[in-house]
C-alpha cells in the first residue's frame, strides 16, 4: 500500500483480550499518571450478530472552560456531518439502500412478524455498525437472514419509496440478496486484479487494477524530495467521451460537496473559539483545503497541525486512512474530536522526550535509522467524538500525518485513546477468556497485574515512536511495497513497541515498576497472533486484514525461528491447544530481528521481499487450529467485535438565545441513534 497507512491500532485487537480482569488500585501500580479505575457506568448499549455495541465515558468535559466546551462542541457538529462521505465511499448503493430499510424499518405498515422482522432488524444494525453493505473488518458482504420476498412486499407497502433511477429496485435488491454480487469491499488476494474485484466506490465500475497503476506511474514524479499525498482525495472515474480515466476530487463544489459543505459552515463556527491563533490558522488552512482540494494545502494543513502542540482541545477531520483502498492511496473520511487527559499523558511526554534514545538504540542497520528525530509529541487523549471510519468501531490510538516527508522534517501527534480503553477494559471482566486460553494460573496472574499498564504502554510506543521511527532512503517510492504495505507498516510499529516494552530503560523512566511486566503483553500477543485472532475468519478462509495479518506474521515468525531453542511452543493440554513461552529474552531477540528486517525492507523498498513475508506468515489459517480455536470460543459469551455509541452534546440556552453551556449525555441507545443521524445528517 502507500503511505498513507493506516497508523491505528485496531481496538482490541481480540473481544476479551485487551484485559480480562478487573485493575483496582489494590492490583495494580499507577505509574506515569495512568487513569484509576472510574465509578460503575453502563457500558453495554446492544448486542447483535458478532457485535457489542458500547458507551463510553467523556471524563473531565463538565469542567472545561465554556470557549473549550464550545470549540469542542462545532467539532463534533462537523465530524457527524461527513457521515454520508463514508457511506458513499464504501459503496455506490449504500446510502440508497440505507434510505430504503430504514424506511421500512421506520414504517407503520411493516409486518413485526416473529420470524423475519428480527432479521431483517439485524441486517439493518450490521450495516449501521459497518457504514454499509461490508463487514466492517472482513470487508465480505453481510447475508441477510429474512426472505427477498418479505421485503419486497413491506416496500410494497410504502406511500413513497426512496427509489430512484440512479439505484433501481431490482438493483438493490440484487445488492442484498446476490451474495456473488459485490461481494468484496476490499479484494487483497494474491493474483487478483484488486480494482474490478473491490466492491467499494473508489473507483468507477470497470476500471482496472493495470490501468490505474499506470495512470499514477505517469502522473506521480519520482523526484520530488515533498511528494504530495496521491489520489487521497479523489476517485477514479472514466471520461465517457475519451475512454480514459481521471480524478474526481473531493471538495467544495466538487464530488461530495454538500457534505463538506456542513463540515465547513461547522469548522468555521469552531475557528471562533480557537484556543489560539495558531489553532485558529489550523482550522482555517483546513476549510481551504475543503476548498480547493489541493494536496498541496492539505501538506499545509498538515504541518500547521502537527506543530501545534498547545492545544488542549484536537481533532482530525478529513480523508486520512487508506486501508478502504485495495491500493492503499484514497482515504477514507474520518474525524475524531478529543482533549488532553494532562494527567495520564506523563507517560507518553516521557516517551516523545526521549524519542531520539529509543531512536539510536534500535536494533535495525543505522543507515535507516533517523539522525535527528523531530517533532515528536504525544499525549493520552479522552474523545469526545467518533465519525466516519471511526465510528462505530474505532482506534485506541493515532499517530499522523502519514507523510513520510513530513514526519521527518516537521514531527508527528500520536495519541492514546484512554477512555475507549478504559471502556473496552470495563466492559470484558469476566468473560472467561482467560480461562479457557491462558496456559496456566502463573501467567493469568500475570495478565492480571500488567496486561492493561502494558497494553497501554504498547499503544503509546506504538503511536508514538514505532510509526516515527526509521526512515526511507532517498529516491525509495513511499508506495513502492504496494497492497502489502499498511501490514509492514503495522509490523514495523508494532515490533517497535514490542522490542522496547521489554526494555530496562522503561524500568529507568518509571513507566513500568517490574522488569517482568512486559511478559503479560508478550504472552497475550503471540496468543493472538497465532491463535484467538482465528475466531474473526470464517473457516477455509484466509486472514485478509492487514492488522491481522502483521499479527499473524510476527507471531508466526518468532515461532519459526525459535524453533529450534524452543522459545516458543504449542502444548495440548486435554485436547486443547496451548501457547507456552519458555524463553522471553530470546523472543525479544528475535523480535529485534524481525524489527530489523522490516525496517530494511521499507527503507529499501523491497517489494518481493515484503510480499514473501506476509504471504509466507501472515496470510494462511492452519484449519485443524482454526476449528478449535472456533469452538472454545462458542462457550464464551464474547463478541469479536466492539464499537460505540456517541455521547449527545447539547447547548443550553439563555433567556436572549445566548449559548451559557454545553451538556453531554451518555443515554442515547444504538438504534435511535443511527436514526437520529440518518434523519439530521444526511447530506448526499
Given at each position: 500500500m502507500s503511505s498513507r497507512l493506516r497508523n491505528i491500532i485496531v481496538a482490541a485487537t481480540?473481544?476479551?483480550?485487551?484485559?480480562?480482569?478487573?485493575?483496582?488500585?489494590?492490583?495494580?501500580?499507577?505509574?506515569?499518571?495512568?487513569?484509576?479505575?472510574?465509578?460503575?457506568?453502563?457500558?453495554?448499549?446492544?448486542?447483535?450478530?458478532?457485535?457489542?455495541?458500547?458507551?463510553?465515558?467523556?471524563?473531565?468535559?463538565?469542567?472545561?472552560?465554556?470557549?473549550?466546551?464550545?470549540?469542542?462542541?462545532?467539532?463534533?457538529?462537523a465530524a457527524i456531518a461527513g457521515r454520508d462521505i463514508l457511506w458513499d465511499q464504501n459503496n455506490i448503493y449504500n446510502l440508497p439502500?440505507?434510505?430504503?430499510?430504514?424506511?421500512?424499518?421506520?414504517?407503520?405498515?411493516?409486518?413485526?412478524?416473529?420470524e423475519q422482522f428480527p432479521k431483517f432488524e439485524t441486517y439493518l444494525k450490521q450495516i449501521w455498525f459497518a457504514n454499509g453493505i461490508h463487514h466492517h473488518y472482513s470487508t465480505d458482504k453481510f447475508t441477510p437472514g429474512f426472505s427477498e420476498e418479505w421485503l419486497r412486499r413491506q416496500i410494497s407497502r410504502l406511500d413513497d419509496a426512496p427509489i430512484t433511477d440512479a439505484a433501481p429496485l431490482d438493483t438493490l435488491m440484487r445488492v442484498v440478496f446476490d451474495p456473488a454480487f459485490m461481494a468484496k469491499r476490499v479484494n487483497q488476494a494474491a493474483g487478483a486484479d484488486l480494482i474490478a474485484t473491490s466492491a467499494n466506490n473508489l473507483y468507477e465500475q470497470g476500471i482496472t487494477q493495470p490501468e490505474v497503476e499506470a495512470y499514477f506511474a505517469a502522473v506521480k514524479d519520482t523526484t520530488q524530495a515533498e511528494p504530495p499525498s496521491y489520489g487521497l482525495n479523489t476517485r477514479i472515474a472514466r471520461n465517457p467521451a475519451t475512454g480514459r480515466i481521471y480524478e474526481q476530487t473531493y471538495r467544495l463544489g466538487g464530488l461530495y460537496s454538500p457534505a463538506i459543505t456542513r463540515i465547513v459552515d461547522n469548522l468555521r463556527l469552531a475557528a471562533d473559539y480557537a484556543e489560539s491563533p495558531a489553532q485558529r490558522a489550523v482550522i482555517e488552512k483546513l476549510i481551504q483545503y475543503y476548498a480547493t482540494g489541493n494536496l498541496r494545502d492539505f501538506d499545509d494543513y498538515s504541518i500547521m497541525w502537527v506543530e501545534d502542540t498547545d492545544s488542549r482541545v484536537d481533532f482530525i477531520n478529513g480523508f486520512i486512512e487508506s486501508y478502504g483502498d485495495p491500493l492503499g492511496m484514497t482515504g477514507a473520511w474520518e474525524s475524531i474530536v478529543n482533549f488532553k487527559d494532562i494527567e495520564a499523558s506523563g507517560r507518553t511526554e516521557t516517551l516523545s522526550?526521549?524519542?531520539?534514545w529509543f531512536e539510536d538504540n534500535s536494533p535495525v542497520d543505522p543507515r535507516f535509522r533517523k539522525e535527528k528525530v523531530k517533532g515528536v509529541s504525544a499525549k493520552v487523549i479522552t474523545a469526545a467524538i467518533l465519525a466516519g471510519d471511526s465510528y462505530p468501531a474505532t482506534p485506541i490510538g493515532i499517530n499522523l500525518p502519514n507523510a513520510n516527508w513530513i514526519r521527518a522534517a516537521h514531527g508527528s501527534k500520536s495519541v492514546t485513546i484512554e477512555n475507549i480503553t478504559r471502556a473496552y477494559d470495563e466492559a470484558s471482566h469476566g468473560n472467561g477468556f482467560n480461562e479457557e486460553f491462558v496456559i496456566d494460573k502463573?501467567?493469568?496472574?500475570?495478565?492480571?497485574?500488567?496486561?492493561?499498564?502494558?497494553?497501554?504502554?504498547?499503544?503509546?510506543?506504538?503511536?508514538?515512536?514505532?510509526?516515527?521511527?526509521?526512515?526511507?532512503?532517498?529516491?525509495?517510492?513511499?508506495?513502492?511495497?504496494?497492497?502489502?504495505?499498511?501490514?509492514?507498516?503495522?509490523?514495523?510499529?508494532?515490533?517497535?513497541?514490542?522490542?522496547?516494552?521489554?526494555?530496562?530503560?522503561?524500568?529507568?523512566?518509571?513507566?513500568?515498576?517490574?522488569?517482568?511486566?512486559?511478559?503479560?503483553?508478550?504472552?497475550?500477543?503471540?496468543?493472538?497472533?497465532?491463535?484467538t485472532q482465528l475466531m474473526r475468519i470464517e473457516p477455509g478462509k484466509d486472514v485478509e486484514e492487514a492488522h491481522m495479518r502483521n499479527r499473524k506474521l510476527i507471531a508466526e515468525w518468532a515461532y519459526e525461528h525459535g524453533k529450534r531453542d524452543k522459545v516458543i511452543e504449542l502444548t495440548n493440554r486435554g485436547g486443547k491447544t496451548f501457547v507456552k513461552i519458555n524463553d522471553y529474552e530470546a523472543l525479544r531477540r528475535l523480535f529485534g530481528e524481525l524489527l530489523a528486517e522490516v525496517q530494511r525492507i521499507r527503507s529499501e523498498g523491497d517489494y518481493e521481499a515484503g510480499e514473501r513475508l506476509v504471504e509466507t506468515y501472515g496470510v494462511k489459517v492452519d484449519p485443524k487450529l482454526h476449528r478449535q480455536v472456533l469452538d472454545r470460543y462458542s462457550h464464551l459469551d464474547i463478541?469479536?467485535?466492539?464499537?460505540?455509541?456517541?455521547?449527545?452534546?447539547?447547548?443550553?440556552?439563555?433567556?436572549d438565545g445566548r449559548i451559557t453551556d454545553i451538556t453531554v449525555d451518555y443515554t442515547d441507545d444504538y438504534i435511535p441513534q443511527m436514526l437520529r443521524y440518518s434523519r439530521d445528517y444526511s447530506t448526499l
Open positions: 481480540l473481544a476479551g483480550t485487551v484485559s480480562a480482569m478487573n485493575i483496582s488500585a489494590q492490583n495494580v501500580s499507577n505509574p506515569a499518571g495512568m487513569s484509576s479505575t472510574p465509578a460503575p457506568f453502563d457500558y453495554t448499549v446492544d448486542r447483535f450478530a458478532d457485535i457489542e455495541v458500547l458507551r463510553y465515558k467523556v471524563p473531565g468535559f463538565e469542567s472545561l472552560p465554556l470557549r473549550q466546551k464550545m470549540l469542542v462542541y462545532y467539532l463534533t457538529e439502500l440505507r434510505r430504503l430499510l430504514e424506511a421500512v424499518y421506520t414504517a407503520e405498515t411493516t409486518e413485526h412478524d416473529a522526550a526521549n524519542a531520539q502463573p501467567t493469568r496472574e500475570l495478565l492480571d497485574r500488567y496486561l492493561f499498564i502494558t497494553d497501554n504502554l504498547h499503544t503509546d510506543l506504538h503511536e508514538c515512536l514505532g510509526h516515527g521511527s526509521g526512515r526511507l532512503l532517498p529516491g525509495v517510492d513511499p508506495d513502492a511495497l504496494k497492497a502489502h504495505g499498511s501490514t509492514l507498516e503495522e509490523a514495523r510499529a508494532d515490533l517497535f513497541a514490542l522490542y522496547y516494552l521489554a526494555d530496562p530503560k522503561l524500568v529507568e523512566l518509571g513507566l513500568l515498576d517490574s522488569p517482568d511486566a512486559y511478559k503479560a503483553s508478550y504472552y497475550k500477543y503471540i496468543l493472538n497472533g497465532m491463535m463478541a469479536p467485535y466492539k464499537g460505540f455509541v456517541n455521547p449527545v452534546y447539547t447547548p443550553v440556552r439563555d433567556a
